[in-house]
């Protein structure tokens, strides 16, 4: 977003550096009576003590002339002790500093010359261009419309207002934040279709096939992009969409390719953040549509302190089945639950934890087979506890999560003549290193366990993967 301003600023630099020497010089001098000419006269006046200043600035005056301004800037520097607060000294530092690249340098003196003649207007006209080149727009911005508001001529005035122009643009960029990435890995997975021993009752996207464990090795892809958009201090939008594609080496119907996106409103002050949105997700197994889902979702996250952070935030999901065989597992899911963040003295390690408590409403069509409509095991409780946590240094970070969810099912279950109980547990352990500001790579290993008095339910299944991202800014 920066780039735009700095595309802006050196499509039209030519003119506008001949338009600020104007400004610097002969604009400012008009409005006094002078010419360009007389006020460098009118400068040489002021008194400089003896034959030697004077020939130093005289030098330097004629190096700047000359289109060396780095040679003044070196050619004046180990006198700047001596001579700070002597205006026409400061002055000349100042330009020669801004022209040879050094604007926080220039800053600093034509800070001691409007400390001494606050009408300055060149001066000031060339600590709004020193702001501008360090990036501070703000301050570049209040600097120029002081200027502007000090009457200056048609060709200052012009000068300035394009000035202002780029910084409104810079600062309508800055407002809207566009990020993404794409990331590559391989990996493999110990039980691509999450399959136990006793596995007959499992629904599975592939007809007629006798399901036992399966490992294979596979290949993924993954890309995705947010745009948030500044409203006003307070008020942000923004949108975004992931897109994830696994590749297996043997069994490509177990293939899955998701799409999740999400669009809503943030609202932030100085301690709270409030997030609104709306979720949609599509996902594919194999070649087929498998799933869709949608929803919104809330959350309020107050920072109680530098160190830690309080989240409170809820979900309501609809999950709709393609295949109509599968669509006695239409559900509606809602949860609510709460986290804590707390972050080291380090300020770049941290641990949170979380509760949260859920239910899920059997929404499948009412069938012969099943005239009570909906999954066998009917409507579901649910209710959890996630741990995480990260150890980063400069160039790479150690991260960990783990959790456990209890659900209870309402139906008696035809299998064990009683109601269906889980346990779902799962851990990762990951380590990041970063190759410079864009580039990372991931090592990762999850493990999943679904623990079920209905054996059919059970299993376990570990991902081994390494994923290189590059990401956007």
């Not at 501008?132 to 703000?138: E, I, K």
């Not at 060709?155 to 800055?174: D, F, M, P, Q, S």
């Not at 499948?364 to 009570?372: A, E, F, K, M, R």
Request: hydrophobic fraction near 35%; proline fraction near 3%.
């Amino acid at each position: 977003m920066y780039g735009l301003g700095c595309i802006n600023f050196a499509r039209s630099a030519g003119w506008v550096f001949s338009g600020l020497i104007l400004a610097a010089s002969d604009v400012y001098a008009q409005e006094a009576g002078q010419s360009a000419p007389q006020r460098a006269e009118s400068e040489l006046q002021i008194p400089v003590g003896t034959d030697a200043n004077e020939k130093l600035l005289r030098d330097a005056e004629a190096l700047m002339k000359a289109g060396k301004p780095a040679e003044a800037y070196k050619l004046l520097e180990p006198f700047e002790f001596d001579r700070s607060g002597e205006v026409r000294f400061d002055y000349l530092i100042g330009i020669a500093a801004l022209d040879s690249g050094k604007p926080d340098k220039a800053t600093l003196a034509f800070e001691r010359v409007l400390a001494e003649d606050p009408e300055y207007a060149g001066a000031r006209l060339d600590m709004a261009r020193a702001y501008y080149q360090l990036g501070d727009m703000s301050r570049a911005k209040t600097e120029f419309e002081t200027v502007l508001n000090q009457n200056p001529s048609e060709a200052g005035r012009a000068t300035i207002l394009n000035y202002l122009e780029n910084i409104e643009e810079h600062e309508t960029v800055k407002r809207t934040r566009i990020s993404g990435y794409i990331e590559g890995s391989a990996g493999r997975d110990t039980n691509v279709n999450n399959a136990s021993e006793l596995a007959d009752n499992i629904i599975t996207p592939i007809p007629n096939l006798n399901i036992v464990e399966l490992a294979d090795n596979y290949m993924g892809v993954a890309a995705g992009g947010e745009i948030i958009h500044s409203l006003d201090e307070n008020w942000r939008i923004y949108a975004g969409a992931d897109l994830i594609q696994r590749n297996y080496y043997r069994y490509k119907g177990f293939n899955p390719l998701n799409l999740e996106e999400r669009l809503g409103f943030l609202y932030s002050t100085r301690t709270d953040l409030y997030r609104v949105g709306v979720l949609g997700g599509q996902n594919s197994m194999g070649d087929a549509r498998y799933r869709n889902n949608s929803g919104i979702s809330i959350e309020w996250r107050h920072g109680v302190d530098a160190s830690n952070q309080l989240n409170i935030f809820g979900q309501y999901m609809r999950y709709r089945f393609a295949d109509t065989v599968l669509q006695l597992n239409d559900i509606n899911q809602q949860f609510a639950g709460a986290g804590w963040l707390h972050v080291l003295g380090d300020n770049k390690s941290t641990l949170s934890g979380s509760l949260y408590y859920g239910t899920e409403n059997a929404a499948g069509p009412v069938t012969l087979s099943n005239p009570g409509g909906g999954r066998i095991d009917g409507a579901r409780r649910l209710a959890g506890i996630r741990i995480g946590g990260q150890a980063a240094g400069a160039r790479a970070k150690l991260y960990f999560s783990g959790g456990e969810q209890f659900s209870r099912f309402d139906n008696v279950n035809p299998a064990i003549l009683s109601e269906r109980a889980d346990r779902f547990e799962d851990m990762t352990l990951g380590a990041e290193s970063y190759l410079d500001r864009l580039w990372s790579v991931r090592a990762q290993i999850t493990r999943f366990i679904n623990i079920s008095n209905v054996e059919a339910y059970d299993y376990d299944r570990t991902d081994y993967s390494l994923t290189i991202r590059r990401n956007f800014q």
